[in-house]
């Protein structure tokens, strides 16, 4: 199972840093608005669904997956585009509300009768 954490993990990372950086660094223009369009209303949202049917099959091993992915696009929004930025904030949050709400839904799916 921890193999399991590391993995996500490390996938969050990317998704949740590598990608804003990319968006904020190599697109330019039109481009880099649409990309972050597509990460912040698309990507992220379906990733966070995604971790939260994850950690819902383990909760006791995985339930914190959903907090760090929210944490780590809060570092990753304040690094590539505004530090400090209320908004990001509310985006994190959602994200964060997204993943729990799906967890606990999954894990009340695979509870075994």
């Given at each position: ?15 949740m840093l590598i ?95």
């Amino acid at each position: 199972m921890k193999r399991k954490f590391l993995y996500w993990t490390a996938v969050s990372i990317i998704v949740m840093l590598i990608l804003p950086y990319f968006a904020a660094n190599f697109v330019k223009g039109d481009a880099a608005m649409a990309g972050c369009f597509l990460l912040f209303y698309a990507v992220n949202p379906i990733y966070s669904v995604v971790l939260g049917m994850l950690a819902g099959k383990a909760i006791k091993q995985l339930w914190s997956l959903p907090v760090i992915s929210a944490i780590l696009f809060l570092l990753g929004a304040w690094m590539f585009f505004d530090p400090g930025e209320a908004v990001f904030m509310m985006f994190a949050g959602i994200y964060l509300t997204i993943g729990v709400a799906v967890m606990l839904l999954s894990t009340f799916f695979h509870k075994k009768p």
